[in-house]
């Protein structure tokens, strides 16, 4: 899901980097306020599961790349202000050190899978599981978020980049940027990831939440 450089053009990836560059600033002055002491480093533990999860991807017809994110579980655990820290701090150290997803691309891909994917999963959760304190509920809840959300968020990458071909053409009309289009694009990404990566996402929140929920529950931000 990581979009490279040179697939957006600064009509799209300027407003994406506005938008990132606000989610960033309201999380730290939340967090700031809110966060607890012994909840720090689970912080970077979040990170850390993020940056590992992250690293078995699949290249995706476009340049861009499929795999599983662990936004949802990060998000239904720790909160979104959280969320969206931890895994934008995984996704700039992705494309500064590794070249994975490019630096113009850094804000596109943050909103995608830091801001998106976990208050898309957080909405799915409480829609499903509400109050419940039923175990299977809240397993299928938490399955439920992490494959809606990871298909919201490559739906999301998709149009971004599908658009390209339409704001952006030389005198010619060939595409400055992606040159695929919608009808091209959104089928290329969401294939990959409702067949194979939603349900890995799905699988592997419901289990995380499923034990963090029996075993440590005080911690979990969606059930207070």
Same mark, same amino acid.
């Given at each position: 899901m990581h979009i490279p450089d040179g697939y957006l053009g600064p009509q799209t990836y300027v407003p994406l980097y506005a938008a990132f560059v606000s989610f960033m600033a309201l999380a730290v002055k939340i967090l700031k306020k809110t966060l607890q002491s012994r909840m720090v480093p689970y912080l970077g533990m979040a990170s850390c599961f993020s940056f590992l999860i992250m690293m078995f991807n699949v290249p995706i017809p476009g340049a861009t790349t499929g795999h599983a994110v662990g936004s949802a579980l990060i998000g239904l655990v720790l909160g979104p202000w959280a969320a969206i820290l931890s895994v934008s701090i995984t996704l700039i150290i992705q494309a500064l050190v590794f070249g994975?997803? *490019?630096?113009?691309?850094?804000g596109a891909n943050c909103v995608n899978m830091a801001v998106v994917m976990p208050l898309t999963a957080i909405l799915t959760y409480k829609l499903i599981a509400g109050k419940s304190g039923s175990?299977?509920?809240?397993?299928?809840?938490?399955?439920?978020?992490?494959?809606?959300?990871l298909n919201i968020a490559a739906v999301v990458t998709a149009i971004q980049f599908g658009i390209q071909p339409l704001i952006a053409q030389d005198a010619? *009309?060939?595409?400055?940027?992606?040159?695929?289009?919608?009808?091209?694009?959104i089928p290329a990404m969401a294939a990959e990831h409702l067949i194979l990566f939603g349900f890995i996402e799905a699988v592997i929140t419901m289990l995380l939440f499923s034990y963090l929920y029996k075993t440590n529950k005080d911690i979990i931000y969606i059930t207070h």
């Open positions: 994975d997803g *490019g630096i113009t691309t850094i175990l299977s509920r809240i397993r299928f809840a938490a399955f439920t978020s992490g494959y809606v959300s010619t *009309g060939k595409p400055l940027y992606a040159p695929y289009p919608l009808n091209i694009a």
